[in-house]
């Protein structure tokens, strides 16, 4: 049995000169680094350690990406909601209209119309400049949100 656990232990003699310069090359490279964090502490305050930085810049620039999918995700939501709460107050007034038009009582005042055709003129401005923004003349059917974003996003 003891013949057993020395050929066990027992490595070929090439295997221990590659785990011997593994072994050195570890000291080695803890030494060197070991070296460099003492250069970086006497030469750069600890929030401004380079490997620190390098870190946190990898990581934001992960975040980023993560952050991108939610905004995109987010404006969809407020799109949707924005095209819905349209498509109800434009039925809603319509049906409006006919009530008032069926029951006899006055029609919507000047200034109801107004406050409607303001709402309209104000939204097609605003998709007028976000294609400005974009670069995008004709009307693609593109979601007013989407385009906001790619400028902003372009534009940093």
Request: proline share 3%; aromatic share 4%.
């Amino acid at each position: 049995m003891a013949d057993r656990r020395q050929q066990q232990h027992h490595h070929h003699p090439g295997i221990d000169d590659v785990m011997t310069v593994l072994t050195k090359a570890s000291r080695d490279l803890a030494v060197v680094q070991r070296h460099l964090d003492q250069e970086f502490h006497r030469s750069y305050p600890d929030h401004v350690n380079p490997c620190k930085l390098v870190s946190r810049i990898k990581k934001i620039q992960e975040e980023v990406v993560s952050l991108k999918d939610l905004c995109r995700e987010l404006l969809a939501e407020k799109q949707d909601l924005i095209d819905k709460a349209r498509a109800s107050l434009v039925g809603q007034r319509s049906s409006l209209q006919r009530l008032l038009a069926s029951s006899g009582l006055p029609l919507m005042s000047e200034s109801d119309e107004m406050a409607y055709t303001n709402l309209n003129q104000v939204l097609d401005e605003w998709t007028v400049q976000l294609r400005a923004k974009t670069g995008e003349e004709k009307d693609t059917g593109e979601d007013i949100n989407e385009m906001l974003f790619s400028a902003i996003v372009q534009n940093n």
